[in-house]
């Protein structure tokens, strides 16, 4: 059993800041890929960052400049700090990974339950 446990979600005014955390905890051989999607009502999922076993990181045009994804490898854990957030980032965001459980197994993917962030005044 793999599980994504997120944290950190919540309201806050526009022009504020969040960090988000996800941790990867069961039977884990490695890690290929973390990341954060996330869902506003009534459109689709969408990728906002992710970052891979290298360190090399990926964003949304939308959040670039603004959200900072980063890991600890350690501890399987991976955040996503939002700053400058503005409305349009309202949604749920989940969290992701593509994990290895064993050293035979192929990699898959993992999703979180998802927490709610809401940037409102």
């Known amino acids: 059993q793999v599980q994504l446990v997120e944290s950190g979600g919540g309201l806050v005014q526009p022009g504020g800041s969040l960090r988000l955390s996800c941790a990867a905890s069961g039977s884990i051989f490695s890690i290929n890929a973390m990341g954060w999607y996330r869902q506003a009502p009534g459109k689709q999922r969408e990728l906002v960052a992710t970052?891979?076993?290298?360190?090399?990181?990926n964003y949304a045009d939308s959040v670039k400049g603004r959200f900072t994804i980063s890991k600890d490898s350690a501890k399987n854990t991976k955040y996503l700090q939002m700053n400058s957030l503005k409305p349009e980032d309202t949604a749920v965001y989940y969290c992701?990974?593509?994990?290895?459980?064993?050293?035979?197994?192929?990699?898959?993917?993992?999703w979180g339950q998802g927490t709610q962030v809401t940037v409102s005044s």
């Open positions: 970052v891979t076993s290298d360190s090399s990181t």
């Open positions: 992701y990974a593509r994990i290895r459980r064993f050293s035979y197994s192929r990699y898959s993917d993992y």
